[in-house]
């Protein structure tokens, strides 16, 4: 953390958002003023801050994709927030291979990293930021004299936003630095274990519910964090707890999820322009209408929030070759992934959510780096509903939904098999809808791998694939085997110790309350 330049010294992080994210278009504040009293002196200045942050999801820096990254010593592409996060939890996985030679890629790639890697580094180094981000904007908006008409709801954001890149950090890394608001300002950050962050999370993520000014849905401007997606968060946690903890937290997971589909929210199942499925509306350049389903996005325009990473890296690096890029709405292809033959047959053809490229491709990947190996995606596209295609072929207009309605209902047809919250007959009907808006036939009955293959044919490329792995014990394990897993083109089990990644060396050289995980 004392490598990062950041706004604890000068809040120029602040600086240069030219229109920061699309509902949240600011005026920067002066790069020059290099003070908190000189740089804070409005309501705009704060806001603009806080649009900072959400911009920190959104690009590797504040000076376009070519500028310098907000940290320093890191590519701004490859370490991109939402970008990293999918090197850890779906790289790392069945869903797909890159054959790139990039730092690191191979290795989290084959399951074959260590504590000096440095892709798992920049992760890492993103999801602190982003949390002492927020812990700057909480210290500096509850300590000003500035009239601030949005102060308590700001504030809540910022909490918000912080619980998120604490929740990617106790999934991922577990055992880690911990500082919050009340921190001093150049201190070196205590750690946490993994259940001590867990419980931290819960009672936050409860009263920012419960007791904070944060917008619920009908009053949450698109692209702005709110209740619902913090009882995502919540959900999410609970979901996972027997892995955090030790100790399952089935029917607190029912309970948010009941309450969160009373928030209104529901599949999409009406096709917006008619050129493509309902399902794949939702990965389009415009899945900023699909707001039915779509509970909070990270969002990207192709002139004005700009990044190699997010849904960029999703359309460009998945692009190569017989396809056209034309049909995706980008200019050309990076030519890097393609998914893995156990992941391709999860799928029948008739499914809508298999969104992929077969002409040129082989199913087997017998050839690590070469792109022809390996069926291809398009799920995601710089597409308009209506067939036009985004405002830029350079850089996408499709933001990244990070929690949707579907998942939802997954997460409950989970639930109902451990828990007497959510019934049978419930949990099987949230499945079958799934399958219906995919042009599927209903199942007559579920298990643990039923759901865990619906998660995998629904939420692939969206973030959750790792965790489903591990919540099932199948990640490390030889439960479940696919190509390349372990470093071998047959797949092979890999050692449990990486159901944790682990705290990057340069970490632990420069803090001394840390330790590392288990096994590294």
């Not at 000189?38 to 900072?52: C, H, Q, Y």
């Not at 890394?173 to 274990?193: H, K, Y």
Request: hydrophobic share 40%; net charge negative.
């Amino acid at each position: 953390m004392k490598t990062i330049k950041y706004i604890l010294s000068s809040l120029a992080i602040a600086a240069a958002l030219t229109s920061c994210v699309k509902d949240l278009n600011v005026t920067p504040i002066d790069p020059n003023l290099n003070t908190a009293d000189k740089a804070l002196t409005s309501a705009a200045d704060f806001e603009a801050l806080l649009a900072s942050i959400y911009t920190g999801y959104a690009t590797s820096g504040y000076y376009g994709p070519n500028g310098d990254p907000s940290i320093s010593g890191l590519d701004g592409g490859m370490s991109q927030y939402v970008r990293g996060l999918f090197h850890l939890c779906e790289l790392s996985t069945d869903v797909y291979v890159c054959g790139w030679n990039d730092e690191g890629v191979p290795d989290v790639c084959k399951m074959q990293w260590d504590a000096s890697t440095g892709l798992i580094y920049s992760i890492y180094s993103r999801m602190f930021f982003q949390i002492a981000h927020c812990n700057e904007f909480i210290r500096e908006a509850n300590a000003t004299s500035v009239a601030l008409p949005n102060k308590d709801e700001w504030i809540a954001e910022a909490r918000a936003l912080r619980a998120l890149s604490y929740y990617h950090a106790i999934d991922n890394f577990g055992n880690v630095p911990f500082a919050d608001e009340t921190s001093l300002v150049g201190q070196t950050p205590r750690r946490i274990t993994r259940a001590e962050l867990y419980t931290w999370l819960e009672n936050e993520l409860k009263d920012i519910i419960d007791n904070s000014a944060l917008a619920d849905r009908a009053t949450a401007q698109y692209g702005r964090i709110n209740k619902s997606a913090v009882k995502m968060i919540l959900a999410k946690l609970y979901l996972n707890a027997k892995v955090y903890t030790g100790t399952a937290d089935w029917d607190k997971c029912a309970l948010v999820l009941t309450d969160l589909m009373d928030d209104g929210y529901t599949l999409h199942t009406t096709p917006n322009g008619g050129v493509y499925s309902a399902y794949q509306d939702l990965f389009l350049a415009d899945n900023d209408t699909c707001t039915d389903e779509i509970i909070f996005a990270i969002q990207q325009d192709g002139n004005d929030t700009q990044s190699y990473g997010v849904t960029n890296y999703l359309v460009f690096a998945f692009t190569g070759g017989s396809m056209d890029a034309a049909d995706l709405g980008i200019s050309s292809g990076w030519a890097g992934c393609r998914m893995t033959p156990e992941f391709y047959n999860k799928f029948t053809a008739t499914d809508d959510r298999a969104i992929f490229w077969t002409a040129g491709q082989t199913t087997d990947v017998a050839d690590f780096g070469e792109f022809t190996n390996g069926i291809g995606f398009q799920k995601y596209k710089n597409m308009n509903s209506d067939g036009t295609a985004g405002v830029n072929p350079g850089f996408v207009d499709t933001d990244f939904p990070m929690f949707r309605y579907a998942d939802v209902l997954l997460m409950a047809a989970e639930c109902s098999l451990h828990s007497t919250s959510i019934t049978a007959t419930d949990g099987l009907n949230y499945v079958n809808q799934i399958r219906a808006r995919a042009g599927m036939a209903p199942v007559a009955t579920i298990d643990e791998q039923a759901v865990l293959d619906e998660r995998a044919r629904e939420l692939y490329l969206e973030l959750w694939r790792r965790q489903d792995l591990i919540r099932a014990g199948q990640f490390t394990t030889n439960a479940y085997i696919w190509q390349w897993k372990g470093g071998v083109h047959d797949g092979q089990a890999v050692e449990d110790y990486k159901n944790l990644y682990p705290i990057p060396n340069s970490d632990l050289m420069v803090n001394p309350n840390l330790e590392q995980n288990e096994g590294y």
